[in-house]
């Protein structure tokens, strides 16, 4: 590695590592990752994780066991197969990946803002637990304002440029005008706040928020018009809904093949669509198969992507030009500071 630029990087997305292993990564928990490092003498780390990522941020002093220790742990904690699905950067492409994630660069939906918000939650929860230090808390201030100058400074966000948002694009084509249409959406956290957002901006005719806390589910479901529903009845709710849907944290699936083919025989031939946004998926990729029964996932909504951003292809390579750009100047001033030179790093426009 780049020994003047002291960063590492282990990362899975979902252009390197299949949905499977994504969701077992997934389904370990940020702070179970955590502390399997420390367990090992890692000092400064930063977890990454999201739909379509997992990712661990090093901090390498001399002491740190690196990048390739941190990919072993993750192995025996996740799956031997993992290696071969892994990216390791090191030094300045691993500042510049993270750029281009913060920038929405790197997301299955280019230009996504959500990303913005998931790369600070990262960095503040590794903070808090103790496991920033020098290198990651420069590192990662930085990312975001260069993010947020992407933002900015070009147009690398306009039109549908989340997953939320995609989803429903899906769901106004298989549907058309969902005036007539009673969606249910199963979860209350910010995936599933998004896509009530653009679903009621869809007027659909009936829309239902279906969360295991039951004041999460009115809170959302009151400032959207809504239908809230408790956790255990929305099986019951699947037998009436159009569409289905699925943004929960839950490890496992909630939708179930034996509860779609129960609920299938009481709808009557009437079609149902899932669209699963979660990772790891809430339904069971075996319902598939099921007459009548249509589930588009995470990668199902490519389609959609490309067409976004042909749209945008312009506005792209000038964000990853500005990335690549601000991403060289920080490592030419982190050379010196970490060489122990003097060098100043203000977030300013100037920069």
């Not at 590192?139 to 989803?167: H, Y």
Request: glycine residues 8%; hydrophobic residues 45%; neutral net charge.
């Amino acid at each position: 590695m780049n020994e003047m630029i002291p960063v590492e990087l282990v990362g899975f997305s979902h252009r390197s590592a299949s949905s499977r292993a994504r969701e077992r990564l997934a389904a370990l928990g940020v702070e179970s990752v955590y502390a399997r490092l420390r367990s090992v003498g890692f000092e400064e780390a930063v977890v990454l994780a999201t739909c379509n990522r997992f990712e661990v941020y090093l901090g390498r002093p001399e002491s740190s066991p690196g990048a390739r220790r941190a990919l072993s742990e993750l192995e025996d904690m996740a799956g031997s197969e993992l290696a071969e699905q892994a990216y390791l950067f090191s030094g300045p492409r691993a500042v510049r990946h993270l750029f281009e994630v913060a920038a929405g660069l790197d997301s299955l939906v280019v230009g996504e803002t959500e990303i913005m918000g998931q790369v600070k939650g990262a960095y503040e929860a590794a903070r808090a637990l103790g496991m920033t230090g020098r290198t990651s808390n420069v590192l990662f201030q930085r990312a975001l304002f260069v993010g947020k100058k992407v933002r900015n400074d070009t147009k690398i966000s306009a039109g549908q440029t989340s997953v939320a948002s995609v989803a429903v694009q899906l769901a106004h084509r298989i549907f058309g005008d969902l005036s007539q249409s009673s969606v249910l959406i199963l979860g209350a956290g910010a995936m599933a706040e998004l896509t009530a957002t653009h679903l009621s901006s869809s007027k659909v005719m009936r829309l239902s928020i279906a969360n295991r806390t039951w004041e999460r589910a009115v809170e959302l479901a009151g400032r959207f018009s809504a239908r809230p529903l408790r956790w255990e009845d929305f099986p019951s709710a699947l037998v009436e809904a159009d569409i289905v849907v699925a943004s929960t944290g839950s490890p496992e699936p909630i939708v179930t093949r034996a509860m779609v083919v129960e609920l299938m025989r009481r709808r009557s031939g009437r079609s149902l669509f899932l669209i699963d946004i979660a990772m790891p998926r809430d339904v069971e990729e075996s319902v598939h198969g099921l007459e009548h029964v249509y589930l588009y996932r995470l990668e199902d909504l490519e389609g959609i992507v490309a067409d976004n951003l042909r749209n945008r292809g312009g506005e792209v390579e000038r964000a990853r030009a500005l990335v690549h750009e601000k991403a060289a100047e920080f490592c030419a001033g982190d050379r010196r500071e970490f060489a122990g030179q003097a060098a100043e790093l203000r977030h300013s426009e100037a920069l």
